[in-house]
């Protein structure tokens, strides 16, 4: 069965320094958002993305956030200058449609941690 | 705001017993999905309902999406520590399609 795959799976990291946190998005899918889990919250919306733009974003999604997809393949979420409460684990969805019908397929996260 | 609300927080039963999950709001949703989340991994999409008053069946898992599409719930029979997990509900909210969650059911199965 088709995954999303997401690395890395753990990675820690300095307040204030950059991450870039990399998904492989289901190849026939077009539709791609980022997720994130603070520990023992909820899952929150972060961004979608179609067409190499950004379609939709949160008000967590600030200017230290950012998306790419510099390729056929990779779809990546970037922050600038990592804070104490960035701290969470992120997930990487797509879908091959607009509605949510058919719903999401999630990968396995990376968890973040912000020293 | 559309909120979801799950309940119980925390289920624990022994294996054969039958438990259900409650996923309810104030608001309309167009749809609502019902995942699995295993410790350290990503949700998992166990089921989709659209229709008010739908029942759809996985095997030993029955969810239903109430008629006024504001609330479902995932009964499970026969439970099995098989399906000790958290289960979230989702659903789209009123305007794109960037997810609602609730904040999730954790079944722990005891055998």
């Known amino acids: 069965e088709p995954e999303v795959t997401q690395t890395p799976s753990h990675q820690v990291t300095q307040m204030g320094q950059e991450v870039i946190l990399r998904c492989v998005p289901i190849s026939n899918h077009l539709y791609f958002y980022w997720y994130r889990q603070i520990l023992g919250q909820k899952v929150e919306f972060l961004v979608s993305f179609y067409n190499n733009e950004i379609s939709e974003k949160s008000e967590i999604f600030d200017d230290q956030f950012s998306v790419e997809r510099p390729d056929g393949s990779n779809f990546t979420l970037k922050i600038r200058s990592t804070k104490l409460e960035d701290s969470a684990m992120y997930f990487c969805?797509?879908?091959?449609?607009?509605?949510?019908?058919?719903?999401?397929?999630f990968g396995s996260g990376t968890r973040l941690t912000v020293v | 705001t559309q909120l979801l609300e799950q309940s119980p927080q925390f289920l624990s039963i022994q294996e054969g017993e039958n438990l259900t999950v409650y996923c309810n709001s104030s608001?309309?949703?167009?749809?609502l999905q019902w995942y699995r989340q295993e410790p350290g991994e990503g949700p998992v999409l166990l089921v989709t309902v659209v229709t008010g008053g739908e029942v759809k069946k996985l095997k030993r898992l029955t969810f239903q999406f109430g008629d006024a599409r504001k609330d479902s719930s995932l009964h499970i029979t026969a439970a099995q520590p098989g399906d000790t997990g958290l289960y979230l509900c989702?659903?789209?909210?009123?305007?794109?399609?960037?997810?609602?969650f609730g904040g999730g059911t954790r079944v722990l199965v005891k055998p």
């Open positions: 608001s309309v949703f167009s749809s």
């Open positions: 969805a797509s879908s091959n449609r607009m509605t949510v019908l058919l719903g999401y397929t």
């Open positions: 989702a659903g789209p909210k009123a305007a794109g399609n960037k997810l609602t």
